[in-house]
């Protein structure tokens, strides 16, 4: 009868201890589970960047086919078009005041559709915050835009300017252009963007 009195008691214990450690174990996970999930929701860095107010948030390049130019005044050119002697402009806006890391952006511009050598590019500047582009390949330009001056009026505003030069020598080709009916000059213009992790630029030569 002891023996019996003693097992149940034994049985008993061991239960106890069981749901006791089962328990232990269960909220250890659950403490571990909800620690880890937090940490990656709250180290993710927001990322929301947009050119010409287009969102490119998965950072990777953007095609945009720029056709429409603001020109230097001329007495002998109709506003809005571009002709020899004539400066011809346009803007590429990069906005990333949600965003929570570094930015690195490339502009690369697509000259092959300018079929005439009169028509170059002239620069590229950033006009609006004053920020420091580097060229990095012949046609590219790099620029960065540091975690420490965002906010919601930092923005990056890059003019690429165009001179058609007045060249005597090239008067026929001109003539060609100036009188072909609705003229467009198309400059396709990559956009890519990527998180800046501190490596150097390296200036085209």
Do not use: C, H
């Amino acid at each position: 009868m002891l023996n019996k009195k003693f097992r149940i008691i034994l049985l008993f214990v061991i239960l106890i201890l069981s749901l006791f450690i089962f328990y232990k174990i269960a909220t250890t996970y659950a403490v571990f589970y909800s620690e880890v999930s937090g940490t990656a929701s709250k180290d993710l860095a927001k990322w929301n960047i947009t050119v010409n107010n287009k969102n490119i948030v998965t950072g990777i390049a953007e095609n945009f086919i720029i056709n429409s130019f603001s020109t230097t005044s001329n007495a002998n050119v109709k506003p809005g078009k571009i002709a020899p002697g004539v400066d011809g402009n346009f803007l590429i806006s990069i906005n990333s005041k949600d965003t929570d890391v570094s930015v690195r952006y490339d502009i690369t511009i697509d000259v092959s559709d300018i079929t005439n050598n009169k028509i170059t590019l002239d620069s590229v500047t950033e006009i609006t915050a004053g920020n420091t582009l580097i060229q990095t390949n012949e046609n590219t330009y790099t620029g960065i835009i540091a975690l420490s001056t965002m906010d919601e009026d930092y923005i990056n505003d890059i003019k690429l300017n165009f001179i058609w030069e007045n060249a005597e020598i090239n008067n026929a080709n001109d003539t060609i252009m100036g009188t072909t009916e609705s003229l467009v000059i198309q400059i396709p213009v990559t956009v890519n963007v990527k998180q800046y992790l501190g490596e150097t630029i390296i200036p085209y030569i």
